[in-house]
Each structure stands twice: as C-alpha cells, then as structure tokens.
C-alpha cells in the first residue's frame, strides 16, 4: 500500500470510529483513541523514523500542548476542580493526533488525507439517511444517529464537502449524499460555515488572507453580538463567568454550574455553545489565546487550499456551537489542519516517542477510571448496589479525583460520609448536596438544602 494510502486509510478508520461512538463524545472513546493513535504512531517510528517538524508545525504543536497543559493546570483554581482532569483527557488526544500526523507526515498526502475524511462523513450520512428511511421519533434523539448531535453531523458534512475540492472529478459522486444529509439537519452554523469557506476560497488570492482574518474575528465576536437566539442566554451567562474570573477563568468544564446558578429559565446544558467564548470563560485569555493559535495557523498556511478552507469552516463552526467536545467532528478537523501546514524537511528524529509513551499510558490509566465509573453508574441504574460500590472504589484508585464516584457510593449506601468525601472534592455540585440532604436531616440538611438552592436556584 502507498503511503499516502495508508495516512488516507488512518484517516478513515479515526473519523468513521469517533463519529460512529456517540459522536466521539465520552471519556472512555477518547482515551481508547488516545491509546490507539499512540500506538501507531510509536509502531511507525520505531520503523521508518519521524519527520522533524517545521516552524509552523513546532507552533501548531506547542499550542495544542499547552492547551492540554492549561487545561490540566485548571484543576489548582477551578470551582469544581474534578471536572479539569476529564476535560484535559479529550484535549489531549487532539495533541497526539496532531502530533502524529506531523511525524509521520510522509505518510499523510494532502489528497489521500481528503479522501478519508470525505469517505467516512459518506458512511456516517449515509448512515444518518438509512435512519430517516425508516423513520425514527424526533424526540428520541436518533434523528442525528450515528453521531447523535446534528448540529456537528451537518458539520462534518461540510468538511467533506469543501474537501472534494481537492479530490479528483469522480469523487463528486458522493456529494449528493452529503448535501442531503446536511440539508436534513437544518443547521444554520453548518451552512454558515460552508458559504464562509466556500466564499473566502473563491475569492482573489490577495484578498483570501485579509478575508479569513476577517471572518475568524467575526466568528469569535459573534457569540457577543448575535440577540434573541437560544444561545444568547448561554453566552451571556458565559460572559458573566469571564468577568468573574478575568485572569484564569474559572477552571475546564465549570460553565455547567455557572448556567445551573446563573441560568434564566430551566433549560439543560452543560455546553456555552461556544468554543471561543467558553474558552475564555473557563480557561481566560491564555485558554482563547491558545484555541486561536491552534485554528488561525493552519488557515493563514494553507488559506488557498480546500484545507484552509476546511479548517475555517470547523472554526467559524465550533464558535457558535459546541463541536469540540464532540471528537468525531473534531479529530478529522484536527488531521486537516495538521496537514495543511508546510511540510518539513527530510531529517528523522525519534525524539517524539517519550511524548507518544508518556500520552498511551496516562490514556491507559485514564481509561481504567472511566470505564470502572461507568461501570459502577451501569450498576447502579441495575438496582446492582454491591457491584456499584465495588466498580467506584476501583475507579477511585485510578481517578482519586473524582467526586462521581464518591457520589456512586453515596447512592448504593445512602451514605452521608461518601457524600461528604464527594463535596470535598466538588463544593460546587448540587446535586451532591441535595443528595446529602436526602440521607441527613436536622441542621445538615437544613444547610445542604441551602447549599443546594444556592447552586441550582431553579432546580426545585
């Protein structure tokens, strides 16, 4: 097999797994694939050696590092520390996928690169059309099966679609199905950030750069200037979150308890609906810095290219929906920016594998925590108590972080003590506290139920 072949191949098989897991959005996907990217990236340099990355790939990947570091580093100033662990999981596999590609980017040939990605958003459409041929209930959630969000299915779509710029003319074949698919998720920040890459790459190669500079800053001031949508209120309380905590931000993954105590009316969500304005929130101005440097880099590269343009649509995408907590969307974005940035020269260097060792086994550990808390939360939804109990001690060896688990054993036990353990972590969650006031009663429940409308004034 060609080596290009085999990028293109790997490209395909990375989408296709993520988009078809739940849209790549749990813990235990991202570990898993965080395992399996670094093992084959450790295989292929071992054999052939990895390439030394040039100027802009050193910067792309300083950035997506750092960016997994800060995220990490939040845990230390978070108000629900807990959830800075977990976040940091899913930006490091976006590192070890850029990483990898980079290294073995004599293996990642721009066209067969294109070609995996548009063959996987074909099977995923695809997939999403046989769905809608047999009909499904549009409150059950499978209408944006295999992916289960819409909004970033319509947007891997659009990847493709930009992509088969780059592919040769028979390739168009495929395009009726995914204008179709697109078309049946009636998402307006997909096809806003279709006609935005498809306009800046039709334009004058003059006028291409100042254009996509343009519209980046468009997309990032957006979230503050757009009214009377849904989101607005998930920016605005975002917003609040920022202004509260202008240096650091408040931690990874704290924006959920920010809408829980600051929401407008009851509605659920966990996301701001915005890379850019959540970053800032959370992870303050080095965090959007940092996501800017990630994005800008490959568009001001390769801004000529299909590439450029595939990179611009994710970004104006992802600033006003919450596409990159889901990996199957993100990674193929992640491969592409990767790709689109200048080759380097032929030098080997084994330099990389520390990282690549370093990232498969906390991808390891991390995934023996998550899978024994989902295990213990399976358990739990049995009715199996002493298997709940069991499976969150276990994952309280790899993950003693996490306050989910503690919670898992307050439940089974009805166990004041687990609780408490779990607030110690977590001050910040209401539902630990108005758990606790459900086993406690006197002055304990009396301040747990305060503790608890405190955080959650619309909760009941």
């Not at 074909?122 to 969000?149: C, E, K, Q």
């Not at 204008?179 to 039709?202: F, N, P």
Request: aromatic fraction near 8%; charged fraction near 15%; charge should be positive.
């Amino acid at each position: 097999m060609p080596r290009g072949a085999a990028g293109g191949v790997a490209t395909f098989a990375l989408t296709a797994a993520l988009a078809c897991d739940n849209g790549g959005f749990d813990p235990t996907t991202w570990n898993l694939a965080l395992v399996a990217v670094c093992a084959a990236a450790l295989a292929l340099i071992v054999v052939d050696g990895g390439a030394r990355p040039g100027v802009h790939a050193t910067v792309f990947l300083l950035a997506l590092a750092a960016l997994t570091a800060w995220t990490a580093l939040s845990y230390f100033w978070s108000d629900s520390p807990p959830f800075a662990p977990v976040e940091s999981q899913r930006v490091a596999l976006y590192f070890a996928i850029a990483a990898a590609v980079v290294v073995a980017r004599r293996w990642f040939e721009p066209r067969w690169v294109a070609g995996g990605v548009v063959a996987a958003a074909t099977l995923v459409a695809l997939w999403n059309l046989v769905v809608h041929v047999r009909g499904v209930s549009t409150t059950s959630g499978a209408a944006a099966d295999p992916v289960g969000y819409a909004n970033s299915l319509a947007l891997l779509c659009v990847l493709a679609i930009v992509l088969l710029l780059c592919l040769p003319r028979p390739a168009i074949a495929v395009l009726p199905v995914l204008v179709a698919d697109l078309a049946l998720q009636h998402s307006t920040g997909a096809l806003a950030a279709l006609v935005v890459s498809l306009a800046v790459l039709a334009l004058s190669t003059r006028l291409r750069l100042a254009a996509a500079a343009m519209l980046i800053a468009c997309a990032v001031a957006s979230p503050f200037a757009l009214r009377g949508h849904e989101r607005t209120a998930y920016w605005r309380v975002a917003i609040r979150e920022a202004q509260a905590n202008p240096v650091l931000g408040s931690g990874a993954g704290t924006f959920a308890d920010w809408w829980l105590r600051e929401r407008p009316h009851v509605g659920s969500t966990k996301e701001a609906h915005s890379l850019d304005i959540e970053s800032l929130a959370e992870l303050g101005p080095i965090g959007l810095a940092l996501v800017l440097v990630v994005f800008a880099l490959p568009v001001a590269a390769s801004v000529r290219t299909p590439f450029g343009g595939a990179v611009l649509a994710y970004a104006v995408g992802a600033a006003v929906d919450f596409h990159w907590e889901l990996a199957g969307v993100t990674a193929p974005a992640i491969v592409v920016a990767a790709t689109a940035l200048p080759r380097a020269g032929p030098r080997r260097s084994f330099s990389a594998l520390p990282v690549f060792v370093v990232l498969a086994a906390a991808g390891v550990l991390a995934y023996a925590g998550n899978a024994h808390l989902a295990a213990a939360q399976a358990a739990l939804q049995r009715g199996d108590r002493g298997r709940a109990v069991a499976e969150a001690r276990s994952a309280l060896r790899f993950a003693p972080f996490s306050a989910d688990a503690w919670g898992v054993i307050g439940d089974a036990e009805a166990n004041a003590d687990a609780y408490r353990r779990a607030l110690r972590l977590d001050p910040n969650s209401w539902s630990l506290w108005s758990r606790l006031a459900g086993v406690t009663s006197g002055e304990p429940r009396r301040l747990a139920m305060r503790k608890a409308a405190r955080l959650n004034p619309l909760g009941g």
